[in-house]
Each structure stands twice: as C-alpha cells, then as structure tokens.
C-alpha cells in the first residue's frame, strides 16, 4: 500500500457520460498529480494541485476538471466521455521538499481503470 | 521541453543475471532529478530508485544502481542478480527542479525475466 488511495479502481461506463475519479494522498502530503496512461499516448502529466491551488495544467483537455478539496483529497472530473478516454488514471501525492528518502520524489496511487463503451 | 527517450521496447534478461535499461534526456535545465519508476503486471508504479543531478556518484538501491553520464544526458539503470519479480515495465523520468515538479516519463522497457 502506496498510501495514496484512488476510487474507484474500475470504471465502466458509455460515451456521453460523466465519471468522478477520487484521490486522497499520503498524510502529510500537500501536492496532488493527476496523470494518464494510454496505450497510444503512454504516461501524460494532466495537472497538478498544491494545498487546493491549481499549480500546472499539462495535457488536459477542456472536458476534464479537477479540484483539490481542503482536507486535500482530490477529484477528476471527466464528461463528454469518448471512447479514446478509456485509460488508466493515476494519483501521485509528493513529498515535502527538503531532504531526506521521501522528498520530492511522487508517490502514485493503484490507478482508477476506465473504460468507455 | 525536456523530453525522456527510452530505445529499448522491450528486454530479457536470464534469472541471477545482470541487464541494464538505457535511458536518455534532453534539457537546458542544471536542477532536475531523474527517476526510474517499474509497473509490474498489477499496474501500480513503483518507484525504484532516483538521482539528483547535482550529485555526482550514481545512486544505488540494493541490487538497483544507475549509471548517470550529466555531460551525456544518460541515466541508465542496471539490476544485477534478476529475479523473477522484477519482470515489469521500467519507465525512466525527468522532473525539473523548478516549481512546477511535473514527471515527463519515457515511453517504457518491458523487461521479461527467463528462470
């Protein structure tokens, strides 16, 4: 167990629709990274929170939102879904900066499947 | 934009033997770290071991050690004595030093270990 815990771990659901996908951190981390894994894209940086403040956007597109909350647990938001949305969704929750084995390296959570039918 | 090659899709490597996955960079940046993550069957991406750049000896983690060239922009990572566990996809990754922190991952070594 990562300590970065993502629900729901499964997700099968139709074009059109809108899925949630959650994320709570590892205690004590403040930085929250959304990513996607496809087949044909591979590992893509979707967008980064720190302490419920958006800190970069990478390739998210306008259909996909994100917030982190102020018990710092963080959401995904996909609608419009199409079938090239179906992916793997990781959480990553970072270290605090500084020193040490656990800083600034990213901890990723088991990942929410998708699947758009 | 810093960017993460990987030119070995996949590898195989023999049980108790030693194989190395390369890995280059490309950046303008002197602060990064570079990461070597493994996604074993089960999805979950692991972090294997990690280099900063303003040092100059190559990290190591039990039977985990890179080779890291800074001049060369290389960051390969050798397991020696392989066990059937480490079968997996190895992704290498850059991260800035700046306040973005975002991982740019190369597109993966599929590494098969025959017993």
């Known amino acids: 167990d990562s300590g970065v815990t993502q629900t729901p771990k499964h997700l099968i659901t139709a074009t059109g629709q809108r899925v949630t996908l959650r994320c709570s951190p590892r205690s004590g981390d403040l930085s929250v990274y959304w990513y996607q894994q496809s087949l044909d894209q591979g590992l893509q940086f979707l967008i980064h929170y720190y302490n419920g403040e958006e800190r970069a956007k990478g390739n998210i597109l306008e259909r996909f939102s994100a917030q982190q909350f102020p018990d710092l647990h963080s959401e995904l938001n996909l609608s419009s879904l199409e079938l090239g949305d179906s992916a793997l969704y990781f959480c990553a929750s970072r270290g605090r900066t500084g020193l040490g084995p656990g800083a600034n390296v990213l901890t990723f959570g088991a990942g929410s499947r998708l699947t758009v039918l | 934009a810093q960017t993460v090659t990987q030119s070995q899709p996949e590898m195989s490597v023999q049980e108790a033997e030693t194989v190395t996955l390369s890995c280059t960079y490309d950046?303008?940046?002197?602060?990064?770290?570079l990461f070597w993550y493994k996604q074993p069957p089960s999805r979950q991406m692991i972090l294997v071991i990690r280099q900063e750049a303003y040092k100059q000896q190559n990290a190591t983690e039990n039977r985990f050690s890179v080779n890291f060239q800074k001049a060369a922009k290389s960051f390969s990572l050798k397991i020696s004595d392989s066990q059937l566990g480490d079968a997996a996809m190895y992704f290498c990754a850059y991260r800035s030093g700046g306040a973005t922190n975002k991982l740019i991952f190369g597109t993966g070594t599929l590494l098969a270990v025959q017993p």
């Open positions: 950046t303008s940046e002197s602060d990064y770290y």
